[in-house]
């Protein structure tokens, strides 16, 4: 088939790269042009496992091809996926303009039927906004496609390559028929591709998110009730997700979620919730502990260092907000070394890829280190803010000789508490029971000061 994807962000460009690996002819068109040359040279502007190999060997073949000139692209393609950002407006609500506005445009260039794929999370309704702006510009015959993205970052590749579902949100028999010929060699071990309405199809996207962001903060919030009562949340965890009814999945605890995908989405779903009268209280809550959260650990440095952290430096490793991914959109990061910073701390910070994104918003205020032992020496704690891999199993001989003091704050809960004590560390976790080894756990909760501030 011929596809166009209009927007080659995250979702767009993996979206291009998969369909063009399965054969298809797909021409990705940006309206910046930076990005568009540096993409004709096989420069890949973010970072996710498996996707440089597979851009360069489908713009090798001819079958992936980045353009800037949206009519060519709509002349090219059945298909036509807006995978376009829908930012946060200042309401909390989703903002279409790039989505609408493409939408209009498009309709001047169709020159036969076409199957018009809204791929990017928007509210429910949309779908109906584009067809009518759409109604308006042209005579010529389309369907317009709700299909959204379950991408995670860091597997996104293989998210795509072996979706668990397909969700196509249709009422044409047409429409549904080509996109069920699209997606055929992705679901070939059986996992379904699920035909609704649009508006229920636009709800899913919001839904899943929603529950997940409600599955992290729900054990978030848990972990701080364990550190009050000397419970240990990752015990904890492993009860509550031997029980199938509940599963493994989005069970850890740390510094709340972050990203491009679950902060906006359920700042979004509880605006749409607000228009049509019927406050999601639940969601409302999961958004108020998420903001908290991050500033748990901070509150737990605070009490360690008896409230003064002035000229104290403190070793970060992880700026990104998970693994496998250069994103901080959102990263817990973001927020802790600002808070620190503030209180006059200096940071010393590595993160295998996410430095440079970091060093383009907060510049030079804080060290940048390309080797994890470099960020901690003379450091006076090391403070785990990312989960990466590598960060699991360090040299912990090496780490207590190189701090001033032998302090870790696992914002992850990636070490466990009486090796770590074993060692002669002080540790503190998120609801690990008693935090550094033996300090008062109902002495750590976020203050009034710093919950205002989210």
């Known amino acids: 088939m011929n596809v166009t994807i209009v927007g080659t962000g995250y979702v767009g460009l993996v979206m291009g790269a998969v369909l063009a690996d399965s054969g298809n002819t797909v021409m990705c068109i940006d309206n910046n042009l930076a990005k ?8 890949i502007p973010i970072y996710e496992p498996g996707l440089e190999e597979i851009v360069k060997r489908n713009t090798k073949e001819g079958r992936l091809v980045f353009s800037s000139d949206l009519k060519t692209g ?49 509210p429910v309704g949309t779908v109906d906004r584009i067809k009518n702006i759409m109604k308006d510009k042209t005579s010529r015959q389309f369907d317009v496609v709700s299909n959204p993205e379950f991408l995670k970052e860091g597997a996104a590749v ?57 599955k992290i903060t729900y054990m978030n919030d ?11 949340i990752e015990l904890v965890r492993k009860g509550m997700g031997s029980d199938p009814r509940i599963g493994p999945q989005f069970l850890f605890a740390g510094l709340g979620y972050g990203g491009s995908c679950f902060p906006k989405d359920v700042k979004a779903l509880i605006n749409t919730a607000k228009e049509y009268e019927h ?50 959109r959102e ?28 060093k383009n918003i907060i510049g ?17 704690a090391l403070l785990i803010i990312t989960e990466w891999n590598e960060f699991r199993n360090p040299d912990f001989d090496k780490i207590k000789n190189m701090l001033k003091k032998p302090i870790i704050f696992d914002g992850r809960n990636i070490y466990d508490p009486k090796e770590m004590k074993d060692l002669g560390f002080v540790y503190y976790g998120v609801g690990r029971g008693v935090d550094g080894n033996g300090g008062d756990p109902t002495q750590v909760s976020v203050d009034v000061e710093l919950k205002n501030k989210s």
């Open 36 to 43: 568009v040359e540096s993409l004709q040279n096989g420069k």
């Open 74 to 122: 709509v002349e090219h393609a059945l298909i036509i996926m807006l995978c376009l950002p829908t930012p946060q407006d200042e309401d909390g609500s989703a903002d279409l303009r790039y989505v609408l506005d493409c939408s209009a445009e498009i309709a001047g260039y169709l020159n036969s039927y076409k199957v018009i794929v809204s791929k990017s999370t928007v």
């Open 158 to 214: 293989s998210d795509s390559l072996k979706p668990d579902r397909i969700v196509v949100g249709t009422s044409s028999e047409k429409a549904a028929k080509i996109m069920k010929d699209l997606y055929a060699p992705f679901v070939r071990t059986g996992n379904p591709i699920i035909i609704m309405d649009e508006r229920s199809s636009e709800m899913t996207k919001y839904a899943a998110n929603g529950f997940l962001a409600t």
């Open 222 to 232: 848990l972990a701080n009730l364990c550190d009050r009562v000397g419970a240990d």
């Open 279 to 328: 406050p999601l209280a639940i969601l409302n809550a999961v958004d108020s502990v998420n903001a908290n959260q991050r500033y748990i650990i901070i509150n737990k440095i605070l009490h360690h260092f008896n409230n003064d952290i002035k000229g104290k430096t403190f070793a970060l490793w992880g700026l990104s907000f998970k693994p496998m991914t250069d994103d901080i």
């Open 331 to 358: 990263a817990p990061a973001l927020t802790i070394l600002k808070e620190l910073l503030a209180r006059g701390a200096n940071i010393k910070a590595h993160d295998p890829i996410a430095m440079e994104n970091v």
């Open 364 to 380: 030079d205020s804080i060290t940048y280190h390309d080797k994890a032992y470099d960020a901690i020496k003379d450091a006076d």
